[in-house]
C-alpha cells in the first residue's frame, strides 16, 4: 500500500538550551503511545537523551530522530521528530537538522522569553525558509508572562506571531487554555499525567481578552486572506472553525504567520495541542516545493518531486558510530524509494553504495524496515564511503543536492596520548569523530609537530575527549584550549615565481606570474582564475598551480594559521619542454604564493563571541567594567524581571574563564551565554605584542 504523503510530517524541535525540547518530545512519544512511561531529563530517564555525557549534564548534545504517529481529524498522522541541542557549541546538530526539515516546533521559555540561542535557531530556520511554530513552556513557573514572551518575539524575530491559545492563569495558577479558535477553554486533568482534558465554556474573567485576541487573530489572517477579510468585514460571526484552520495552515506555510501555543511540558499541559497543530497547520513533503540539484555530468538543473514515481534522491545529513550496527548514515529521501540490499549512487565520490540495511530511528535504538519512500527520514548501514552533505541518487538519473554548510572552529586544543601504544587507537578516534561532526577538526602543528583538535567551544572539546575515554578507551593530556585564528590579506601584489632545479639529468623547470589579493569576504577559500593565453603554461599544469596555492592557505605568513579567502590570477609564465612536470608547477605555485602573501600586507583575525549576561542591578558597574577590559563592546542594555541584562561583543581570546569571574564579581547570582559571531581584525598593538613573543619563541627552540 502506498504511503500517503499528505500525512506525513518532518519536525524539528529547537530552542535555547534548557527551554524544554526533550521533557516536550518525552511527552510526545508518551501521548502517541511510543513510550510508556515518561523519562526526565534530571533523572537522566530521557529517551532521546540516550548518551552518557547527556544523561551526566542534563543537556542535550546531540541531535536525535524518532517517529510517532498521531490521530487528528480521523486520520493517521507519521511524524518524524528531530529533537536538536540547545547549547550553543552543539549549533551544528541544529544546522543538519534543519537542512533536511520541512517545519518545526520553536520553544521559548515563559520566564526567560527570547535568549541568545532563540535567535540563532530563528535565523537558521530563516535561512533554510522553514515554516515553524512557536509554543510558550513553563507557564507553571513562576514570573510566567505569556503576553510578554509574544511581544520579544514580534520585536527581537521580526515574527508575525498570531496566538492561537491564551493561558489560563500563570505560575502555580496554570490550569489550562483558552483556544481562540474553537472558543473553548481547555482543562488538563493531573491524575493522569495529563493524557485528559476537559472541553468547558471559556471563564466569565477571560471572555473580554479572549474576545480581544480572537479579534487580533482573525485581522492578521485577513491581511493575507481575502475570503477572511470578507467574511470578518460583512459578517464575523460567519467566520467557520475550518475557514480559520485553513487560512492558518496556509499562510503558516507561506510564512506569512507563526501561530503560538502555550503550556508546561512538565506538568503535563498543552503538548496534545502540540501535536494536533503540527498535524493542522505545519506542511507535508508535498506542501513544500520540489527539491532542485544540479546534474553532476551536464551542470544542468534537476528537478525532483516528492513521490514514489520519480527517480531516487536522498541527502546524508549525519554521519553517526553505533558499536553495534557499525557507522550509521541518517538521510532524508525528497524523491523515488529505496530497498534494503539494493545499490545508490553517490553524486559526490562517483562511487556505487550498496544500502545493506535500512532502519526507521528511535533515538539510539534501530527498527529494521524493508524499505524507505519519499518524504521518509531513516537511517542506513553497510556503506562504504558517505559523508554528511553527501546526495544519494538513481545512477541512471543523477543529481547533486545543496551541501550543508557548516560553522569554522573558534577554538582549539594541543593533546596528546596518555600512553605510548595509543597513538594508533587516537588516531582512529579522532578520524571517526570528525567523520561525525563536521565543525569538529584535527591537525598537526608544523611547528610543534602537536595533534591540535578544534571545535565550537570548550563544552564541545571537554565532550570530544570525554567520548574518546568512554567510547574508544582512549585517554589523553591536554593542553590550554587556543583560540583558533584567521589570517587575510589586505593588498594586491603582483609575483613572478621562477622554480629551476638541476642536480644531473632531468631537472625541474616552472615560471608564474600572478595577482594575489583578497578573496570574497562573503566566501572562504580561494578563487582561482586563469587568464593565460597562446599555451605559455600548457593547460596540465594550471591545476597543479592551483593546488600549490590551496595547500599554501593552510599556513599564512604571520603565524601560520590559515588563510581565510583569496584571489590568484594566473597572467603568464613560461614552460621547459623537459623539465617541466606536474610537481615543478606545484612548488612554483606555492614557494610562490608564500612569498606573495608575506608582501600583501597580512593580517590576523580573531573570532568575536556574541555575548549576554543577566546580571542583578548592583552588579552591573562592575560586570561592565569586567567587559570593558577584555575589548568587550556594549551593544545592548535591558532589564528583565528586576534584572539587567547586557548584550556584547568581546573577542574570544579574552573571555577564558570568564564564567568564574562573572561569578565571583554577582556572588554567583549572574550567568552568561557567548555565541560565535563573526572574525575580526586583531587590533595592531596586540598583533605586534603576539608577533615578538612568537620570534622569541623561535629563537628559543633554535
Not at 531529563?41 to 537523551?49: E, K, L, Q, R, S
Not at 480521523?74 to 540547545?86: A, F, L, R, V
Not at 506555510?253 to 496534545?272: A, D, R, T
Not at 540490499?341 to 533515538?363: D, L, V, W
Request: neutral net charge; aromatic residues 8%.
Amino acid at each position: 500500500m502506498k504511503k500517503d504523503l499528505r500525512y506525513t510530517r518532518n519536525i524539528g524541535i529547537a530552542a535555547h538550551i534548557d527551554a524544554g525540547k526533550t521533557t516536550t518530545t518525552e511527552r510526545i512519544l508518551f501521548y502517541t503511545g511510543i513510550n510508556h512511561k515518561i523519562g526526565e531529563v534530571h533523572d537522566g530517564t530521557a529517551t532521546m537523551d540516550w548518551m552518557l555525557q547527556e544523561q551526566e549534564r542534563g543537556i542535550t548534545i546531540t541531535s536525535a530522530s524518532t517517529c510517532c504517529e498521531w490521530i487528528y481529524n480521523n486520520n493517521k498522522y507519521h511524524i518524524n521528530i528531530i529533537d536538536t541541542p540547545g547549547h550553543v557549541d552543539f549549533t551544528v546538530e541544529v544546522e543538519r537538522s534543519m537542512r533536511v526539515l520541512d517545519g518545526m516546533v520553536v520553544l521559548f521559555s515563559a520566564v526567560d522569553g527570547v535568549e541568545p540561542q532563540s535567535e540563532t535557531v530563528w535565523r537558521q530556520a530563516d535561512k533554510y525558509n522553514i515554516p515553524r511554530i512557536a509554543f510558550v513552556n513553563k507557564m507553571d513557573r513562576q514570573g510566567a508572562d505569556f503576553i510578554d514572551v509574544c511581544l520579544q518575539i514580534k520585536k527581537m524575530l521580526g515574527a508575525n506571531i498570531v496566538p492561537i491559545q491564551i493561558p489560563i492563569g500563570s505560575g502555580d495558577n496554570f490550569v489550562g487554555v483558552v483556544d481562540l479558535i474553537s472558543s473553548k477553554a481547555i482543562i488538563w486533568e493531573e491524575k493522569n499525567y495529563g493524557m485528559t482534558y476537559k472541553n468547558i465554556p471559556i471563564p466569565n474573567n477571560m471572555k473580554n481578552i479572549s474576545k480581544i485576541y480572537y479579534n487580533k487573530l482573525i485581522e492578521t489572517l485577513s491581511e493575507y486572506d481575502d475570503y477572511i477579510m470578507e467574511k470578518f468585514l460583512y459578517d464575523d460571526s460567519n467566520i467557520s472553525e475550518n475557514d480559520i484552520i485553513e487560512s492558518i495552515q496556509k499562510n503558516t506555510i507561506e510564512m506569512n504567520v507563526i501561530p503560538i501555543l502555550c503550556g508546561s511540558s512538565f506538568k503535563n499541559k498543552g503538548v496534545q495541542s502540540i501535536l494536533d497543530a503540527i498535524c493542522r497547520y505545519l506542511p507535508s513533503p508535498l506542501d513544500i516545493r520540489n527539491i532542485v540539484g544540479v546534474n553532476p555530468i551536464n551542470q544542468e538543473k534537476e528537478i525532483r518531486n516528492p513521490s514514489e514515481n520519480d527517480p531516487f534522491s536522498a541527502l546524508a545529513f549525519k554521519i553517526s558510530s553505533d558499536p553495534f550496527v557499525g557507522r550509521l548514515a541518517f538521510f532524508r529521501v525528497y524523491s523515488g524509494k529505496i530497498e534494503s540490499g539494493s545499490y545508490s549512487f553517490n553524486a559526490r565520490s562517483g562511487n556505487k553504495e550498496r544500502i545493506s540495511r535500512i532502519y526507521q530511528m528511535h533515538a539510539n535504538k534501530q527498527n529494521p524496515i524493508r524499505e524507505v519512500v519519499a518524504g521518509d527520514i531513516a537511517a542506513i548501514v553497510g556503506f562504504k564511503d558517505i559523508k554528511t552533505g553527501d546526495t544519494l541518487c538513481d545512477e541512471k538519473n543523477p543529481i547533486l543536492l545543496e551541501k550543508i554548510s557548516f560553522p569554522d572552529p573558534v577554538i582549539g586544543l594541543a593533546i596528546e596520548p596518555k600512553y605510548k601504544s595509543d597513538i594508533d587507537k587516537m588516531s582512529i578516534a579522532l578520524s571517526k569523530l570528525m567523520e561525525e561532526d563536521p565543525t569538529f577538526q584535527v591537525r598537526t602543528d608544523d611547528y610543534t609537530g602537536q595533534t591540535i583538535i578544534s571545535g565550537m567551544g570548550e563544552l564541545h572539546l571537554e565532550i570530544i575527549i570525554d567520548r574518546m575515554k568512554r567510547e574508544f578507551k582512549v585517554e589523553v593530556n591536554k593542553g590550554n584550549p587556543q583560540v583558533e585564528y584567521k589570517e587575510a590579506l589586505t593588498e594586491l601584489i603582483e609575483h613572478r615565481e621562477v622554480y629551476k632545479k638541476q642536480t644531473g639529468g632531468r631537472g625541474k623547470y616552472a615560471d608564474i606570474l600572478f595577482r594575489l589579493e583578497p578573496g570574497d569576504e562573503r566566501k572562504t577559500g580561494l578563487i582561482f582564475i586563469n587568464k593565460i593565453k597562446g599555451g605559455n603554461i600548457p593547460k596540465e599544469y594550471i591545476p597543479s598551480i592551483e593546488k600549490g596555492c590551496k595547500n599554501m592557505m593552510k599556513n599564512g605568513p604571520l603565524f601560520g594559521y590559515e588563510i581565510d579567502n583569496a584571489k590568484v590570477t594566473v597572467l603568464d609564465g613560461s614552460y621547459h619542454s623537459v623539465d617541466s612536470d606536474q610537481l615543478s608547477f606545484e612548488l612554483a605555485g606555492k614557494l610562490g604564493f608564500r612569498e606573495a602573501s608575506r608582501k600583501a600586507k597580512p593580517v590576523l583575525l580573531e573570532p568575536i563571541m556574541k555575548l549576554e549576561v543577566i546580571v542583578p542591578e548592583e552588579n552591573m558597574g562592575d560586570v561592565i567594567g569586567d567587559l570593558n577590559r577584555r575589548r568587550g563592546i556594549i551593544q545592548n542594555m535591558n532589564n528583565r524581571n528586576n534584572i539587567k541584562i547586557i548584550q556584547a561583543l568581546a573577542p574570544l581570546s579574552e573571555m577564558f574563564g570568564y564564567v568564574t569571574v562573572l561569578r565571583t564579581l554577582t556572588s554567583g547570582r549572574g550567568t552568561s551565554v557567548m555565541e560565535f559571531y563573526n572574525y575580526d581584525r586583531v587590533p595592531e598593538s596586540i598583533m605586534e605584542n603576539m608577533l615578538k613573543n612568537n620570534n622569541k619563541m623561535q629563537k628559543n627552540k633554535n
